[in-house]
Structures are given as C-alpha cells and as structure tokens.
C-alpha cells in the first residue's frame, strides 16, 4: 500500500513540473496576461498626469500677459494719492479710474446658524462682556439667526478676534466680506522692459483703506485721469 502511494505521489509531482517548466503556455492564457499587465500600470508618484491649473494659477497667468494693471481699489481720494506717489517714486506713472465693483472690505468675523434670536442676544451679552465691541446681531441671514464679530482689513487682527470668540465659547466662522461701492482704482502701463510694480512695494494699505488688490485692466479701461469726490 505504501508503495501504491509514493508511486501516486510521484506521479503527480512529475505532471505538475512537466505542466510547469516543459509545456508552453496556451496563446488565449499569455494574451490574457499581457492584457491584465496593461490595464494597470504601477507609476511613480512623479510620473503621475499634471493636474489641472488652480483658479489662482490661472489669474496669475492673466496678470502675467496683461499689458495694464488696475491697483486699488481706493475709496477715499487721498488713499489713491498715497499710492500713486509710491508709483511714482518706484517709476510707475498712473492713472484714476472710477468704477462700481464688488470689493473685498476686509475679513469678516461672525458666529452664524444660531437656533433662534435670543441665542443671539446672548451670543452678543456674552462677547461683549468678553471685551469684544464691535459686535452686532446680523438679521440678513435667513438660514438663521447671526451675530457679527465685525470686519477687519487685517488677517491677523482677524484671527486674533475669532480666537477670542473661540475662548468664549463660540465657533467663529472667517471670510471675506464683499460690497459693491464707487472705488478708485489706479491704471499701469506695462513699460517697455515688461516691469510691473509689485502690491509689496506699495505697502501696507493705511488706517481705514481696503486692502489692496491686483487685476487686469478692463476693455474699456480709457486714459483719461479723475478725481472723483471723497466718498463719506
């Protein structure tokens, strides 16, 4: 019997390496192969397809073929002088344009989807005793009830208001805050050499000034210098 099985055994092992290492495979199994091989490649991270330009890559790439640029925008005259003497002295000549544009004012703090006004009642008790003033109840939001925390030019001033909202208790939310108004901006020329100034070189905007900003002139962008009055 025992020799009835080792005999078996042997067999079976001779079959296997005869199946393995002797006979070629069939043609459909070595095409079924080469096609699994093909439908998924192993790439290095670095051989990956780029990914498509970002929204700010793609504004950047605008300014970068624009032959004018608008920097601003200014509400108070006096804010647009400020700047365009900063031009001058870096060998920039400008010129005013009024325009009526949604502008970034600055970041907007606040504490929004509050249950129901007395919770913003409280919200606003509670912050105000916290050292916070410029807080307000926000009745615009019809998703709920809100308080605002008040808009600052500065991000850091910003941060430093939602962190003390945090330590009251809230959850401050952070964005920009838009308003469409009559602002100045002021128009420069590409020069010759492809210079264009720089909103480093500027500075920083001064006390009560938006923030500024950087965009490609527009179309109808004519070369006429104005002075509209200082908005109140």
Same mark, same amino acid.
């Given at each position: 019997?025992?020799?009835?099985?080792?005999?078996?055994?042997?067999?079976?092992?001779?079959?296997?390496?005869?199946?393995?290492?002797?006979?070629?495979?069939?043609?459909?199994?070595?095409?079924?192969?080469?096609?699994?091989?093909?439908?998924?490649?192993?790439?290095?991270?670095?051989?990956?397809?780029?990914?498509?330009?970002?929204?700010?890559?793609?504004?950047?790439?605008?300014?970068?073929?624009?032959?004018?640029?608008?920097?601003?925008?200014?509400? =108070?005259? *006096?804010?647009?002088? #400020? &700047?365009? +003497? !900063?031009?001058?002295? %870096?060998?920039?000549? @400008?010129?005013?344009?009024?325009?009526?544009?949604?502008?970034?004012?600055?970041?907007?703090?606040?504490?929004?989807?509050?249950?129901?006004? =007395?919770? *913003?009642?409280?919200? #606003? &008790?509670? +912050? !105000?005793?916290?050292? %916070?003033?410029?807080? @307000?109840?926000?009745?615009?939001?019809?998703?709920?009830?809100?308080?605002?925390?008040?808009?600052?030019?500065?991000?850091?001033?910003?941060?430093?208001? *939602?962190?003390?909202?945090?330590?009251?208790?809230?959850?401050?939310?952070?964005?920009?805050?838009?308003?469409?108004?009559?602002?100045?901006?002021?128009?420069?020329?590409?020069?010759?050499?492809?210079?264009?100034?720089?909103?480093?070189?500027?500075? *920083?905007?001064?006390?009560?000034?938006?923030?500024?900003?950087?965009?490609?002139?527009?179309?109808?962008?004519?070369?006429?210098?104005?002075?509209?009055?200082?908005?109140?």
């Amino acid at each position: 019997m025992r020799i009835l099985f080792l005999s078996l055994l042997l067999a079976n092992v001779l079959f296997l390496a005869w199946t393995r290492w002797v006979v070629e495979p069939q043609p459909a199994a070595r095409a079924a192969a080469a096609a699994g091989s093909a439908l998924h490649p192993i790439r290095l991270a670095r051989e990956q397809p780029a990914a498509v330009e970002a929204a700010p890559v793609a504004v950047a790439n605008d300014l970068q073929a624009a032959t004018c640029m608008s920097i601003g925008p200014f509400i =108070a005259p *006096a804010h647009a002088d #400020l &700047a365009r +003497l !900063q031009l001058e002295r %870096l060998g920039f000549a @400008s010129r005013r344009r009024i325009s009526q544009d949604e502008v970034r004012v600055g970041y907007w703090v606040r504490i929004p989807n509050l249950a129901t006004p =007395a919770d *913003a009642t409280n919200a #606003l &008790a509670t +912050l !105000q005793a916290a050292g %916070l003033t410029d807080v @307000s109840i926000f009745d615009e939001d019809l998703a709920g009830a809100m308080v605002s925390v008040g808009v600052y030019a500065d991000a850091g001033k910003a941060a430093e208001v *939602a962190a003390a909202v945090q330590r009251a208790g809230f959850t401050p939310e952070t964005s920009d805050r838009l308003r469409r108004l009559e602002v100045l901006w002021l128009d420069v020329d590409r020069q010759a050499n492809g210079g264009m100034p720089s909103l480093d070189a500027l500075g *920083a905007p001064p006390e009560g000034a938006l923030p500024y900003d950087m965009r490609a002139c527009p179309a109808s962008s004519g070369v006429a210098d104005v002075t509209p009055p200082a908005n109140p």
